[in-house]
């Protein structure tokens, strides 16, 4: 384990209820929220509590444990209804992180395995699955981890934007872990993290987590990149990801794209790191997948500061897409995939 997730954990199963910590404080304050129902733990995710597609899924199993919980001592007719009405609140929660959808159907099966049991049994296997959910993240963050790390040269200087840390995911992180494999594996490396407008996951969440684990990050805008890249001081690039579509396409957190198209013109690899489950067989390419729209005080200002006109237009999409021929590979649990596309993820999902 590392010195990082002994410290803080993303979310966590105590006394009968979920708590998440509270991603809006960091990093400022570290304290967590308690939930105690599917409709709390929907808008905990879409007020950003918890974000990143792996934690966003994890987060999910739970809602819908606790429902089931809420909902044990009903006649098995109330219990299917309100279980059907809460994987629903939790479905309309975030339209772009797939890992969501993924394990509300992983839960919707799960219950239909136990729908001859009561619902006080049934509540108690959903709660066991959730906690399956929730170990089996890491694990896939280690394995990918010790994938990635392989890429990363001694000494690598590594551009990364967002936020694909423990704080994304149930530990370890997907992008950061394997940052923190390499690290494990007693390479020196370090950390450019861009502060990732509108919502500055990189300057508050990134460059805290790294913070914990004595990893050296040097905070920098997100248009400084190029710049940096020019002067040849980016070994490398590693990013996580929202969704990625049967051809490879990659949604991440908006300003990825661009980041991805300074890379290819500097010949650095471009690397997305994602466990499986963020693979949507079901859409062709990036121009299927629904890209969010958050509000426009996201745009204006921060917390109580406000720095743009009152009335201005504003567009804000929280996500953007990397077309597949600018990754140079997708690190997985199951290994790297170089250069992916249609072909190369359909057998790789093939074999699992």
Known sequence: MSESQSKFETLRWRDGRLEMIDQRALPAAVHY????????????IRSMVVRGA?????????????????????????????????????????????NLFWALARMRSAWQTFSGSTPAQIAQMLLAEAQAIHAADIEANR??????????TDGARVLT????????????????????SAVEAGKKVSVFANETRPFLQGARL??????????????????????????????????????????????????????????????????????????????????????????????????????????VAVRNPVFD??????VTGLITEKGVVPAPDAGKLRKLLEKN
């Open 33 to 44: 929220l308690p939930f105690d129902s599917a409709a709390a733990v929907a808008d905990g």
């Open 54 to 98: 792996p934690a966003i899924g994890c987060a999910a199993a739970y809602g819908v444990a606790l429902e089931a919980q809420r909902l044990q001592r009903k006649l098995p007719a109330e219990f299917s209804a309100g279980m059907e009405a809460g994987l629903a609140v939790l479905a309309t929660s975030r339209p772009t992180a797939v």
């Open 143 to 152: 394995r990918m981890g010790q994938h990635g790390a392989a890429l990363l």
């Open 161 to 180: 934007h967002c936020n694909a840390g423990a704080l994304a995911t149930a530990g370890h992180g997907t992008a950061l872990g394997v940052i923190r």
């Open 206 to 311: 990134t460059a805290w987590e790294l913070a914990q684990d004595n990893i050296p990050v040097t905070l920098i805008a997100d248009n400084a990149a190029g710049f940096l890249m020019s002067r040849g001081e980016i070994d490398a690039v590693v990013v996580g990801a929202d969704r990625i579509a049967a051809n490879g396409d990659v949604a991440n957190k908006i300003g990825t794209y661009p980041v991805a198209v300074l890379a290819q013109r500097h010949r650095i690899p471009f690397y997305v790191a994602a466990p499986l489950s963020t693979i949507d067989a079901a859409i062709a390419n990036g121009a299927d997948i629904p890209i969010e729209e958050r509000g426009a005080d996201e745009i204006r200002g921060y917390g109580a500061m406000r720095w743009a006109p009152d009335g």
């Open 321 to 326: 897409i990397t077309p597949a021929e600018l």
